[in-house]
T-cell receptor, first 115, second 116 residues
Framework: GAVVSQHPSWVICKSGTSVKIECRSL??????MFWYRQFPKQSLMLMAT?????????EQGVEKDKFLINHASLTLSTLTVTSAHPEDSSFYIC???????????FGQGTRLTVV | AQSVTQLDSHVSVSEGTPVLLRCNYS??????LFWYVQHPNKGLQLLLK??????LVKGINGFEAEFKKSETSFHLTKPSAHMSDAAEYFC??????????????FGTGTLLAVQP
């Protein structure tokens, strides 16, 4: 149980376009999901906390208009990278908290390359 | 405030020898501690967790970790390394379950290489 699926696994897009990444909890309802960014050979940086039915809470330094987060249902959160630029190229990972469990469950990540 | 420090960015061991990945934490209250493993271009998989129960925690794939409050450490060990253990390992701290944010604080990671 407690499976989190992220889609797509990888995506290549042109500069100026927008890309949507989905994070789904497959067998549990997640009122809270988290979005992380990971640069090569570095640790995970929390970008924002996504709460079902309300606005996301962004970490300091993360542009909310650049990284749009929507958590419209208890099993789906989306991250949209708007007007992508090469510097947005990174590995994006989501996680979700399962009710009654003490650990977060992670998606498999999305490798974004902006050309 | 909470923080976690992974003392080694790279560790290299020979197959069949013990593994030790070091982690120290700082927390103003009793934290939850986790070790996650990440294989290249993959998500994170939970190895084990400490949540104020037994101080010696056994995880998957033969890994275990011991919570030592006096040393503020949570080192990850395995008696005998396998080639498939080569990966990045993250030590993670969070507030106790039900804490204000449930935010995870990640260490900088330790890259484990296993030599044949």
């Amino acid at each position: 149980g407690a499976v989190v699926s992220q889609h797509p696994s990888w995506v290549i897009c042109k500069s100026g376009t927008s890309v949507k990444i989905e994070c789904r909890s497959l067998d549990f309802q997640a009122t809270t999901m988290f979005w992380y960014r990971q640069f090569p050979k570095q640790s995970l940086m929390l970008m924002a906390t996504s709460n079902e039915g309300s606005k996301a809470t962004y970490e300091q330094g993360v542009e909310k208009d650049k990284f749009l987060i929507n958590h419209a249902s208890l099993t789906l959160s989306t991250l949209t990278v708007t007007s992508a630029h090469p510097e947005d190229s990174s590995f994006y990972i989501c996680s979700a908290l399962s009710p009654g469990r003490t650990e977060a469950f992670f998606g498999q990540g999305t490798r974004l390359t902006v050309v | 405030a909470q923080s976690v420090t992974q003392l080694d960015s790279h560790v290299s061991v020979s197959e069949g020898t013990p593994v030790l990945l070091r982690c120290n934490y700082s927390s103003s209250y009793s934290p939850s501690l986790f070790w996650y493993v990440q294989h290249p271009n993959k998500g994170l998989q939970l190895l084990l967790k400490y949540t104020s129960a037994a101080t010696l925690v056994k995880g998957i794939n033969g890994f275990e970790a011991e919570f030592k409050k006096s040393e503020t450490s949570f080192h990850l060990t395995k008696p005998s390394a396998h080639m498939s253990d080569a990966a990045e390992y993250f030590c993670v701290v969070s507030p106790p379950y039900g804490g204000a944010t449930n935010k995870l604080i990640f260490g900088t990671g330790t890259l484990l290489a296993v030599q044949p």
